[in-house]
């Protein structure tokens, strides 16, 4: 962990003994009572937190002094098509880390219809993911994760316009069978980006007709076939390195 993130309600009251993050400060780490560690508060500020006693039940107390801005957000908005959920998985890690605003999950026509029965947004796995890409990029901050029934529904709400911030963006979606340019060839925007990633069997036709009505560049990420969270991430890091060095 290259910072321990509490949530507001946790503080003021003591780390079990079993909590990764006890057993990280204590085991891996080495920490004694009176040490300090990088930390902060899950969706705010970030700093140090100071391990104040450690009980005879093996659990911790810990104040937390945060004051410091979290690193800024990524001008990127990411949607894509359910995967695996161990796939999916390391998407939300993976993206968290990347610091993205947010994460729109697409049940695609092309998509399996088994994934979008997933566990993994209600019991508490995709929280869990963020958490973990957060803390890895020494953030607070975790992306929103939406819910969209299909590709429809996600382009007729635009969910990207009910930010301030992310007005007029580029909109691009991944798509390697009829690609209209390519990701590398973009040059560098101030405009923010929302991109879509689609599964492992592509977007239909009727999916790029409705790409095309919106507005979106469909384009190509190479010539091999990947699996959706190989495409995501790949995506995601070629429209990271198109975003001019301007956080939200």
Request: aromatic residues 6%; glycine residues 8%; hydrophobic residues 45%.
């Amino acid at each position: 962990m290259n910072i321990i993130l509490f949530e507001e309600h946790e503080l003021g009251h003591n780390l079990p003994r079993r909590d990764e993050r006890t057993i990280h400060l204590l085991k891996v780490l080495h920490k004694k009572a009176g040490d300090e560690f990088e930390a902060g508060i899950l969706g705010g500020l970030k700093g140090t937190g100071k391990i104040e006693r450690i009980n005879f039940d093996g659990s911790i107390f810990v104040t937390v002094n945060a004051a410091e801005q979290p690193p800024p957000r990524l001008r990127l908005r990411m949607a894509v098509a359910f995967a695996r959920p161990i796939q999916l998985r390391r998407v939300f890690r993976d993206l968290s880390n990347f610091g993205v605003t947010a994460i729109d999950l697409i049940a695609a026509d092309m998509g399996e219809k088994s994934y979008r029965d997933t566990k993994l947004l209600m019991d508490g796995g995709s929280q869990a993911a963020l958490i973990e890409g957060a803390v890895q990029a020494r953030d607070t901050i975790i992306p929103a994760i939406n819910v969209f029934e299909n590709l429809d529904s996600w382009l007729n709400e635009s969910p990207w316009r009910k930010t301030d911030n992310m007005r007029l963006p580029m909109l691009i979606a991944a798509d390697n069978v009829r690609a209209e340019g390519s990701f590398f060839h973009l040059a560098v925007t101030s405009r923010p980006i929302v991109a879509a990633v689609g599964p492992e069997r592509g977007w239909s036709d009727r999916e790029r007709d409705l790409f095309e009505k919106s507005g979106f560049l469909r384009l190509s990420i190479g010539t091999r076939a990947m699996r959706t969270e190989t495409a995501c991430i790949a995506a995601a890091a070629l429209a990271m390195e198109k975003i001019e060095e301007r956080g939200l």
